[in-house]
């Protein structure tokens, strides 16, 4: 469980730092450069909650759309009893709901950091897109 994320930080950090040489790094030279490559920890707390508040989200959604309840794997209880998983098919519905709800926040509210100020009378709103 822990392997597969040590290795895509060893895979990252080779990638970036020693041009893609994922051999022959030594591991002195490997954890310097994972630890320039790491964010400030006021970035580290904002993304977690971002991953948190996402997390709830999405199962806000998976517990309160409606949907189909269907029964799922069987599970053997002790004593010889057994009881069925119960699931609901609401998935096409979350995406699309979650679709929806991130287009109207990026189309009507969100504004990414690299626009320019309101303040630029020479650049219009959208030349930003334009790169």
């Known amino acids: 469980m822990l392997c597969l994320p040590c290795v895509?930080?060893?895979?990252?950090?080779s990638v970036s730092a020693f041009r893609g040489r994922v051999v022959g790094v030594s591991p002195a030279d490997l954890l310097r450069a994972a630890?320039?490559?790491?964010?400030?920890?006021e970035e580290m707390?904002?993304?977690?909650?971002?991953?948190?508040a996402w997390m709830a989200f999405c199962v806000a959604l998976a517990l309160f759309l409606p949907g189909?309840?269907?029964?799922?794997?069987?599970?053997?209880?002790?004593?010889g009893k057994?009881?069925?998983?119960?699931y609901n098919i609401n998935g096409h519905l979350q995406f699309w709901s979650t679709f929806l709800i991130l287009l109207s926040l990026l189309c009507f509210?969100?504004?990414?950091t690299s626009a320019p100020s309101s303040s630029s009378s020479?650049?219009?709103?959208d030349d930003w897109l334009a790169g």
């Open 109 to 112: 509210s969100w504004e990414p």
């Open 82 to 86: 057994t009881t069925s998983l119960k």
């Open 35 to 41: 630890q320039d490559m790491l964010p400030d920890a």
């Open 122 to 125: 020479t650049e219009s709103d």
């Open 8 to 13: 895509i930080v060893y895979l990252i950090v």
């Open 45 to 52: 707390v904002e993304a977690t909650f971002i991953n948190l």
């Open 68 to 79: 189909q309840w269907v029964d799922g794997s069987t599970i053997k209880l002790p004593k």
